[in-house]
Structures are given as C-alpha cells and as structure tokens.
C-alpha cells in the first residue's frame, strides 16, 4: 500500500502552530478544574474538531497536469463553477471577454495553480469589501488581486483572487516578469472566496454552471 504524506502550505503552518498552543493552553485548566470527565471531553473533542477544520484547510496537494497544455485553460482553484458569462474585463483585458468563475468553500484546497504556462505581464492588488463570494459584485467590490498573463501561444488572459466573509487575506506569490506555468502556485486565499478567470471571446468553454474543478488538474477552456 503506498502511504500519501498530507502536507501543508506554508501559509498554514504559523497559524496551526499557535492554535495549538492556544487550544493546549484552553483545555488544560478545563481538565484540571472543570469535573465531571463529560464537560472536559466535550470541550477537547470541540477543540480537536476546530483544529482538524483548519488543519483539512491548509492542505496542499502537489499536482503535476498530465493533459494537453498548449492553448488550455486550466482552473485556478479547487470548487464550484458559479458563473460563466460574458462581461467586459477593463483592467488587463480592456475588452470583451468570457468570465469563468470558481468559488471555494472552507472545506476545499486554497492554494491557487497558474492557468496557463506563459509570462506574468500584470499583477495589482485592491482593496475593497468582503462581500459574499457568491455575488456578482464580488469581482469588482471585493479584496482582490489580478494577474494578467501573456500565453506562450499569444493570447492573453486574466486571472482574479477574490476575497469573501471569511476571508480576510489574499496571497499573491506571481509578479510582473515571473514565467507562469500550470504546476506552480500563484497565490493563496484563507477561507473562502473566489477565483475569476477571463479568457478572449473567442474561447470554447469546456465547463458549466455546477461542475467540480480541481486546481492544476481541469481544463476550463480552450483559447482559439
């Protein structure tokens, strides 16, 4: 049987090492001063459960794209596709494009895969709300960071990390000059939030609305 190590993100590791602490320090004068055994069990089995949510969100799979990558978009994120629809981008794009959005809920991965393989051309981050991921008005409301990438193949693409309620932070690793590739990360969101990909008009979108992604692993669409 082959044994599959979980491992962290980085950005995971500082806050797991003090809820440890801070759980470690809650439960111990729970047992020491609180009989019966019931009420101090129920408490640690709260505390494990907390830290076992947090723990599962913090998990990041080392994914390497098997498929075709020439002219292929692959999604950023793991989750939900909530929205395909055409919209104008008039950030990097500056002009009509197709808008594939991915929304993740705490239980899914947050790490966030480069789409493409190219050239970072773009890359700026804005301030802004903590709407529901959910809403339309997230995309241009809400914390957020965009990239903006030029494909080997010519084309050009943009890809949005926005912030919902829960989340308060947005990483982003990718910068202007970095070479992207689809096994690489470019960021991070903690808990909860979207990602939005525009990608030209002229795009064969290869999800819809209600299907599962995978981050690094399923193509969203094909560039023409």
């Known amino acids: 049987m082959r044994i599959h190590r979980v491992k962290i993100h980085r950005e995971g590791t500082n806050i797991l090492i003090l809820l440890f602490i801070v759980l470690v320090a809650l439960n111990v004068p729970v047992w020491l001063f609180m009989p019966p055994v019931a009420i101090p069990a129920v408490f640690s089995a709260i505390s494990l459960t907390v830290y076992l949510f947090v723990f599962n969100f913090f998990r990041c799979p080392v994914r390497h794209y098997r498929g075709e990558r020439a002219d292929h978009v692959i999604s950023s994120a793991d989750g939900r596709v909530v929205a395909v629809e055409h919209v104008y981008e008039d950030e990097y794009l500056k002009g009509e494009s197709i808008m594939i959005s991915v929304f993740m809920s705490p239980l899914n991965v947050h790490a966030n895969w480069f789409p493409v393989d190219g050239t970072v051309e773009y890359v700026k981050h804005h301030r802004g709300r903590f709407l529901s991921a959910y809403l339309p008005k997230a995309s241009v409301e809400n914390e957020r960071s965009t990239i903006g990438i030029a494909t080997d193949g010519g084309f050009r693409i943009t890809v949005?990390?926005?912030?919902?309620?829960?989340?308060?932070?947005?990483?982003?690793?990718?910068?202007?000059?970095d070479s992207a590739s689809i096994?690489?990360?470019?960021?991070?969101?903690?808990?909860?939030?979207?990602?939005?990909?525009?990608?030209?008009?002229?795009?064969?979108?290869?999800?819809?609305?209600?299907?599962?992604t995978r981050g690094g692993i399923t193509p969203l669409a094909l560039l023409k």
């Not at 909860?192 to 209600?210: A, C, F, K």
Request: hydrophobic share 45%; net charge positive.
């Open 183 to 212: 096994d690489y990360h470019l960021g991070f969101i903690k808990f909860g939030s979207r990602v939005d990909i525009y990608v030209p008009v002229t795009s064969e979108v290869l999800v819809r609305i209600g299907d599962l």
């Open 160 to 177: 949005r990390q926005i912030a919902g309620a829960m989340a308060r932070r947005i990483v982003t690793y990718a910068r202007r000059g």
